[in-house]
Each structure stands twice: as structure tokens, then as C-alpha cells.
């Protein structure tokens, strides 16, 4: 997938218009000025050199791993105690929620993960998200002729607003599921908005639910989570494509991912996060150092603490992975640009609609306009110093929580041989 962002074109949000795609194309061959904050507009690909500036960041929002998703509906994880009262979804197709919810001993994980998205504060920060909302905005609204009297898929609609791109444009009929009781609200709004006889929502898991139809010839989801595949929604798509989707010609919206991994100097954080426990009033605390380490951090990374080059560990081609591919190890080499520090390594994301006219996409990198996924931050147990042309090796596994499936456990192993450091580790790391 190609991630050289070049001069700006048009209109949209931050969506990347993509050339070409050629495979294990890096993001730091990106033109960085082209990301700036600055903008709205949708961004041709093509290569270059890496802009020396960056672009000024928001703010850090402190917000661990546990995300705000989770946050904002004050969601426990795992935590059979839970006495939360949201109504369970039901399988039916159109049936309203029962009135009566789970008592706390049948509850899942999974229930707990629909219930966080049944807040409206969630959909509204995604909707908000104008990198993500515009660019599917525009991979739908720019290929009209690709939707005009198709059946199409919303897999995890929420609030509709792919559903409702996707009506505007002309498709024969837009089946809307999602499992979480924002479903209500999503039926309301279709309904005002005119297109209730263009969208059907179903509330209820896609592995269980039903379909009017035999077949669809487009499938539309956002289903990417933090280090793209925290929350495991993924699989959700790849069943309802393997079950549905026309064999022939089908499309899928997006497409393409791709993540990449760097390292970072982040010392005031560092200090911040996990060394404050070697000295708390005085007191040793760092048994909880060892628990916050092996946390990783979502947040928002300054594109000036990037120490290294860029690389590619994952690529998913959204119309052929498997279930299987979503466990996954890498091999990384990353070289370093100048003297500094090594405090941390840092992945982020691309996504890319490549079955259009004119293929666009958007990046959740450092050096681009922010995202509600920001990037995900592993810091490292000992600090590394490193210097320019060295290179750090290391080995990454991704697989879920046998748990918790939408929780994941990354174990990280890097050797470094430099000047000035000598270290061979391995962390185990829980995505939660």
C-alpha cells in the first residue's frame, strides 16, 4: 500500500489519494508537509522525499491503553461484578432489546464491549474524526456508480453515517447491523433523514443474525481499533464477507491496512508513567513499575521524538486474510537517524480504499493530521542510546487474549549491539 503523501488536491478531511500501491511501500517515504494540521484537503500520493518539519501535535490526553472507548461508558473489563444495566442485543433481526439485562454471573467480555458503544459520546468523537469520516465520505460519494442500485453490507453501522453515505449515493438497499443498543438511535435517524426505506438495521451479532438476502455486492465497516486490531473486530468483517459478499466483483470498503513500527525518545513521559514509581514519597512502588510497563500506551506522539526510520509489520488485504492472519509475528529492523535515545517503540497505521476510481486513504502516523486512534506506544524496560546509522533489531508476536479475544498479547524481543548500549530483551505486553 503506498504511503507517499505529495501535493493537495481537492477537497476532504485528510484523505490520501493514492496513485499507486505498490507492496511494502514505507510510510516514511511520506512527504510529512502534506499531513500538516493545517489542511483539509484530500492528498495525492506519489514519492518523495521526507519533509524536515512536522506538523505541531495536540496535546497528550493521558489515555492508557484501556482506551477511550472503553472510558467513556466506564466500562470494566472482564469484571463479572459489573452491575451495569444496558439492555442485551438481541439476534433477531429488527427485534427490540429485551428489557430485562444479563444478571451479572452471564455476562461476557463481550457484552461488555457492545455496551461501551451504546454511549453516544464514542460516536460522537468517531464522528468527529474528520480524517476517518471524510475519507469514507468521499471513497463513497466519489464512486456513486460503484453503489447505484447495489445491495450493500454496513458491518458495526452505529450511529448509520456509512449507511446514510451510502443511501445518498443510490445503492438498491443498505442492510445496517450492529449489536449495540445505539441501534435505537440509528433507526430514529434514518427515519428522519428519509432513507427508511432504503436502510434496514438489525441489531444483533453478524455471526448470529440473518440476512434478508443471499448475497451482497458491498460490504462497508470501520472495524479498525487501536494498534489497528485492538477489539478484534476484524474477524467480524471477514465472516460476514466469506458468508455474503458476491464471489464476483465484490467490494470491500476499505480494502487495505497496513501497520508500521518505529522507536522513539520519550523521556519525560518515561519518567512521567513508569519510572514514577521507583519514588513515591519516598516509598519503593516499583512492583507496580513492572505491571505499567507492560502496558502500551495510547496517545498522541510528538513527530519530532521519532528516532528511527519506519517499517512495515502487518499487511492485510481485507478481501483474502483469514481469521488466522490476525495472529500474527514480524521481524523489524529499524535504523536510526541521529544520535538519541531509545525509550519506546511506537506503531501506527494505514488504510486504504483501493477498489475506486481514484484509490484514496489516510494514515494514524505521528507526522499526520490526528485521528481518534492516535498511536500505541511500547516503552522499553532499559533506555537504549543509539546513534545515527545503528540499527535496532527485534522480533514482534501479536495474538489474542485466550481471555479476553479482544484484548491482545504482544511480545516484543529486540537485540541492540551499538557504541554505546548493549541489550537483548523480550516483553510481554496486554493490549486491553
Known amino acids: 500500500m503506498s504511503s507517499n503523501h505529495a501535493n493537495r488536491n481537492g477537497s476532504g478531511g485528510g484523505a490520501l489519494v493514492i496513485e499507486d500501491i505498490p507492496e511494502h511501500e514505507h510510510v516514511n517515504d511520506m512527504n510529512r508537509s502534506a499531513c500538516s494540521d493545517d489542511s483539509s484537503s484530500a492528498r495525492p500520493l506519489k514519492r518523495g522525499p521526507t519533509a524536515s518539519g512536522a506538523s505541531f501535535s495536540p496535546p497528550r490526553s493521558d489515555v492508557s ?3 477511550i ?3 467513556l461508558s466506564g466500562e470494566e473489563d472482564d469484571d463479572p461484578l459489573s452491575h451495569r444495566n444496558t439492555k442485551a442485543a438481541s439476534a433477531a433481526a429488527g427485534e427490540e432489546p429485551s428489557s430485562a439485562p444479563k444478571e451479572a454471573d452471564e455476562r461476557t467480555s463481550q457484552d461488555y464491549y457492545f455496551d461501551s458503544y451504546s454511549h453516544h459520546a464514542i460516536h460522537e468523537e468517531m464522528l468527529k474524526d474528520h480524517v476517518r469520516t471524510q475519507t469514507y465520505q468521499m471513497a463513497i460519494t466519489q464512486n456513486a456508480h460503484l453503489f447505484r442500485d447495489k445491495v450493500v453490507l454496513d458491518v458495526g453501522c452505529g450511529t448509520g453515517i456509512l449507511s446514510l453515505f451510502c ?3 443510490g445503492a438498491k438497499h443498505v442492510y445496517a447491523v450492529d449489536c449495540s443498543s445505539i441501534l435505537q438511535q440509528a433507526k430514529k435517524i434514518v427515519d428522519r433523514n428519509g432513507f427508511s426505506d432504503k436502510i434496514t438495521l438489525i441489531q444483533g451479532k453478524i455471526e448470529e443474525i440473518n440476512l434478508p438476502v443471499d448475497t451482497v455486492d458491498i460490504i462497508v465497516s470501520e472495524w479498525m481499533g487501536y494498534f489497528l486490531l485492538y477489539e478484534s473486530m476484524l474477524d ?3 465472516f460476514a464477507r466469506d458468508k455474503w ?6 467490494i470491500i470498503f476499505p480494502d487495505k491496512a497496513v501497520m508500521y513500527l518505529s522507536a522513539m525518545e520519550d523521556e519525560n513521559v518515561r519518567r512521567e508513567r513508569i519510572d514514577f514509581w521507583d519514588d513515591v514519597y519516598g516509598f519503593d512502588m516499583s512492583p507496580i513499575k513492572e505491571i505499567a510497563l507492560r502496558e502500551p500506551v495510547v496517545d498522541v506522539v510528538d513527530p519530532k521524538a521519532l528516532v528511527t526510520d519506519a517499517v512495515p509489520i502487518l ?12 495472529a500474527f509475528t514480524a521481524d523489524f529492523k529499524l535504523q536510526a537517524r541521529r544520535n538519541d535515545f531509545i525509550h519506546g517503540l511506537v506503531a501506527y497505521f494505514e488504510c486504504a480504499f ?5 484509490p484514496i486513504g489516510f494514515s494514524t502516523a505521528p507526522f499526520c493530521r490526528y485521528t481518534h486512534w492516535k498511536q500505541t506506544m511500547f516503552y522499553v524496560p532499559e533506555t537504549v542510546t543509539i546513534c545515527a546509522g545503528e540499527t535496532f533489531h527485534g522480533h514482534l508476536e501479536c495474538k489474542p487474549n485466550p481471555r479476553n479475544k479482544r484484548d491482545l498479547d504482544i511480545a516484543i524481543s529486540y537485540q541492540f549491539k551499538g557504541k554505546h548500549s548493549n541489550v537483548d530483551t523480550t516483553v510481554k505486553y496486554r493490549l486491553r
Open 65 to 67: 491503553s484501556t482506551g
Open 69 to 71: 472507548k472503553r472510558k
Open 167 to 169: 443511501a445518498q449515493v
Open 236 to 238: 467480524t468483517v471477514i
Open 245 to 250: 459478499l458476491v464471489k464476483e466483483n465484490g
Open 315 to 326: 499487511h492485510l488485504d481485507i478481501l483474502t486474510c483469514t481469521k488466522e492472519d490476525l
Open 354 to 358: 483501493t477498489q475506486i476510481h481514484k
